[in-house]
């Protein structure tokens, strides 16, 4: 587990704490208060070892593609 922490210091190092969004996202007027700035807030507070963590990652994934797939998929059939 010691070893999992040190990756995931070295992975946010770009990130700081200011509410877990990145500085050139801050750069481009991304900040807690906005729509685009929360989701990125939300995202960069994600810890990768946890599990639940993990979970809530592949939620907010699917949650952005379904729509695509789903339009797709009626276009084709």
Same mark, same amino acid.
């Given at each position: 587990? +010691? +070893? =999992?922490? *040190?990756?995931? !210091? +070295? $992975?946010?190092?770009?990130?700081?704490?200011? &509410?877990?969004?990145? &500085?050139?996202? =801050? $750069?481009?007027?991304?900040? =807690?208060?906005?729509? +685009?700035? /929360?989701?990125?807030? $939300?995202?960069?507070?994600?810890?990768?070892?946890?599990?639940? &963590?993990?979970?809530?990652?592949?939620?907010?994934?699917? /949650?952005?593609?379904?729509?695509?797939?789903? *339009?797709?998929? !009626?276009?084709?059939?």
């Amino acid at each position: 587990m +010691e +070893e =999992r922490d *040190g990756d995931y !210091r +070295e $992975m946010t190092q770009h990130v700081d704490s200011f &509410h877990g969004i990145p &500085h050139d996202a =801050r $750069m481009l007027g991304l900040d =807690r208060h906005t729509q +685009e700035g /929360a989701l990125v807030s $939300m995202a960069g507070s994600l810890n990768p070892s946890k599990l639940s &963590h993990k979970v809530v990652a592949w939620l907010m994934l699917l /949650a952005f593609i379904a729509p695509g797939l789903l *339009g797709l998929v !009626r276009n084709i059939f």
